[in-house]
DNA sequence: CGCCGCAGCTGGTCTAGACCAGATGGGATG
DNA sequence: CATCCCATCTGGTCTAGACCAGCTGCGGCG
């Protein structure tokens, strides 16, 4: 494995039983993708399961593995290509900007939506507005080295930002355009699980269907303790990873 | 969506353009697991076949991923069922046990090993002892009201803790053993990603392989600024999040 | 009555082949 | 020479069926 913590536990095949050939396979065309460097291309679909004697559903299963823990890529046309190492994203209320440049490579943002709309409920109770008050809903592609890297929604109360629509450059850092209205950022609760991407999520991040994300919910409270923003963060599972700093 | 941060920011079916039959199936199965409760039996893959007029395998492409979303429970020769929601782990230095307990459930730890072994360079670089040092290997199943949940193993200098083997009941808290050596927790440093389980994994945890896992690499160290330990908790996806406390 | 074994459920793996759709390069045509 | 179209790569979806392996309940046997 190419991750800096090591194998598995105790790695790979159970010790007695049977071992499925999806599973062979994988390990096999590991082998493959640990020879060749990031980059190369790794043999197609057909091909490897002619050099296997297997079928090319087979195949697919082994690959769809690989492509999950992030060590192929994949894209409909082109060759499957070895993947590189992950990125890691610091738990921190610093924007996503920094943990890219942090690893030498250029954050960029590309804007999807940038709306209003009324607050329904769920999203009037996290924000602690009434239910219909008007929100604005600022949806961005993040990315690293022009390539997608995840998806972030954000939730504002509009009458806390009247002038976001217009002053607001969505290429550059929302939290220090808050910050420069005059908004302290306090305390945040993030919530972290994995999911799958829907399929509109995975065609605006250029991924397949049915790969894991990282889901990350986040509110953030300024020190008055009044709710400033709701984000939904969904970033690729197979290119990045998580890191908290915990005091005792 | 069951989660308490309701859906994908815009959910479900790309807006224009085809979709695969196996995501419409999946939304028709999401429906019935809706109206039926937690713990209720979903027909059977070749009923759902008959009934949609599909194949049984594009019928397990939309169950997979609502296993792997963790909507269902299956077993193998069991009928699948709809699965309750997912458990919160806070992101602190605290035990497992206490997330748990916090959700009203009851937490338990199984043994599978307890052994000594020489560290590895990686191993060894982590913990800041020489290659080939003695380490002590605990690797327990972590349990909710006897349900396995994540796998737990954890790396300790043998020198450090000559007593462990026999003095620590493995069925307790691991913290509160080492506390009460003497040894203080300061901090740590914890990554998490997203991974799939080996087989072995699977095998322990009574899960399906290709299952997303929660992957927790943490080292921790005294106030000396010493590494105490390094534990490596496998939590099982569709079961489990996370929430981290942040201030500004 | 109590136990055992098997029939018949369930999901898990695998096959061989079909067709669709994105990407690419080379050749025919203007 | 420039352009366009299509053959032919690639991966994506789907089928119908086979066989294997857990699990459960029921019927028959001791």
């Not at 954000?154 to 969505?170: G, H």
Request: no cysteine.
């Amino acid at each position: 494995m190419t991750s800096m913590w090591g194998g598995p536990v105790r790695s790979g095949v159970p010790a007695g039983g049977a071992v499925p050939k999806y599973y062979l396979a994988k390990i096999e065309i590991v082998g493959l993708v640990d020879e060749l460097g990031e980059g190369a291309a790794v043999p197609s679909e057909r091909e490897l399961a002619a050099r296997f004697g297997i079928a090319r559903e087979t195949v697919r299963q082994a690959l769809q593995e690989l492509l999950v823990e992030g060590r192929i890529r994949r894209r409909h046309g082109r060759a499957t290509v070895v993947a590189g190492p992950k990125i890691v994203q610091p738990l921190s209320i610093e924007s996503y900007t920094e943990g890219v440049r942090r690893q030498g490579r250029t954050p960029g943002r590309a804007l999807v939506a940038l709306e209003s709309q009324p607050a329904d409920p769920v999203q009037a109770g996290h924000l602690e507005i009434e239910p219909g008050a008007e929100l604005l809903h600022l949806e961005r592609i993040l990315l690293s080295d022009d390539e997608p890297m995840g998806l972030e929604s954000t939730f504002l109360p509009a009458a806390r930002f009247p002038l976001l629509r217009t002053d607001f450059d969505p290429g550059t850092s929302l939290y220090a355009y808050i910050r420069g209205t005059g908004v302290t950022f306090h305390r945040a609760t993030e919530h972290i699980e994995t999911v799958l991407a829907s399929p509109r999520e995975a065609d605006l991040l250029g991924t397949g269907p049915a790969l894991p994300m990282l889901l990350l919910n986040r509110v953030s409270w300024d020190p008055q303790g009044r709710p400033i923003e709701r984000v939904r963060s969904l970033f690729r599972g197979d290119r990045f990873s998580l890191v908290a700093e915990l005091g005792g």
